[in-house]
C-alpha cells in the first residue's frame, strides 16, 4: 500500500508570511498532482508534477518534486487570505499500473488571516 | 453544467437505512472514480471505472458498499444497511483516460451523507 504524509496538517498564518507544506512517501511516484480543495466543494487540480528534480511556478506558488519521486513540496510567497483552504497532494502509482488510481495525503489546512 | 454532477448534495438516514448516491461525470470521460472523505481529512479511494467495468473495487470498506456505472456515463454508489461510520462527504470525479499518470481528476460537489 502506497501511502502518502502530509505536514504539517495545520497551519495558520498571518498575511504576507511564506509557508512550505510536505508530502512524503516511501513509494515512488510516476507522478504527484496537488489540490486545492475549498468548503462545500470538490478539490481543484493546481498542479502535476512528473519529472524527478522538477520545479513548477504558479504566480506566488513553487512546486517541487523530488529527485527520487517519492517527495514533493508546495511553496507559497507572501500568502494571502484567498489562499485559505485545504491542500491535498495526491501522487499516481510507478509502474505498468494504468488505471487512476491516485494516493492522496492527509491534507494540510492552511488559514491566512488578514 | 459542463462539470461533474453529484446528487443528493446533502444526505440524512438513519442507521439500517439504504442510500444511493448518484454521479453524471463530464460527457466524455471514460473514467470515472469516488472518493470518500471525512471532515478537512484527505480522500479514501473507493472504486475507479473504466467504461462500465471497474478493475479496482479494492477500496470498497465492506460489501455493503456497491457501484455501478451503465452507459459508460452514469454512475451510482448505494450503502445498503448504513452505519455511523459512513458518515462522510462521497466524492466523485471523472477524467478523459484511464490513467492518473498526468490526467486531471474533475471532482464534482460531493454529497454529504449523515447516518443518525
Known amino acids: 500500500t502506497q501511502l502518502l504524509e502530509q505536514s504539517p496538517q495545520f497551519l495558520s498564518i498571518q498575511e504576507g508570511e511564506n509557508l512550505t507544506v510536505y508530502c512524503n512517501s516511501s513509494?515512488?511516484?510516476?507522478?504527484l498532482q496537488w489540490y486545492r480543495q475549498e468548503p462545500g466543494e470538490g478539490p481543484v487540480l493546481l498542479v502535476t508534477v512528473v519529472t524527478g528534480g522538477e520545479v513548477k511556478k504558479l504566480k506566488r506558488l513553487t512546486f517541487q518534486f523530488g529527485d527520487a519521486r517519492k517527495d514533493s513540496s508546495l511553496h507559497i510567497t507572501a500568502a494571502q487570505p484567498g489562499d485559505t483552504g485545504l491542500y491535498l497532494c495526491a501522487g499516481a502509482s510507478a509502474g505498468g499500473t494504468s488505471y487512476g488510481k491516485l494516493t492522496f495525503g492527509q491534507g494540510t489546512i492552511l488559514t491566512v488571516h488578514p | 453544467g459542463a462539470g461533474v454532477s453529484q446528487s443528493p448534495s446533502n444526505k440524512v438516514t438513519e442507521k439500517g437505512k439504504d442510500v444511493e448516491l448518484r454521479c453524471d461525470p463530464i460527457?466524455?470521460?471514460?473514467?470515472l472514480y469516488w472518493y470518500r472523505q471525512s471532515l478537512g481529512q484527505g480522500l479514501e479511494f473507493l472504486i475507479y471505472f473504466q467504461g462500465n467495468s471497474a478493475p479496482d473495487k479494492s477500496g470498497l470498506p465492506s460489501d455493503r458498499f456497491s457501484a455501478e456505472r451503465t452507459g459508460g456515463s452514469v454512475s451510482t454508489l448505494t450503502i445498503q444497511r448504513t452505519q455511523q461510520e459512513d458518515s462522510a462527504v462521497y466524492l466523485c470525479?471523472?477524467?478523459?483516460?484511464?490513467?492518473?499518470?498526468?490526467?486531471?481528476?474533475?471532482f464534482g460537489e460531493g454529497s454529504r451523507l449523515t447516518v443518525l
Open positions: 513509494s515512488v511516484f510516476s507522478s
Open positions: 470525479a471523472s477524467s478523459l483516460v484511464g490513467t492518473a499518470n498526468t490526467g486531471e481528476l474533475f
Open positions: 460527457s466524455g470521460h471514460t473514467a
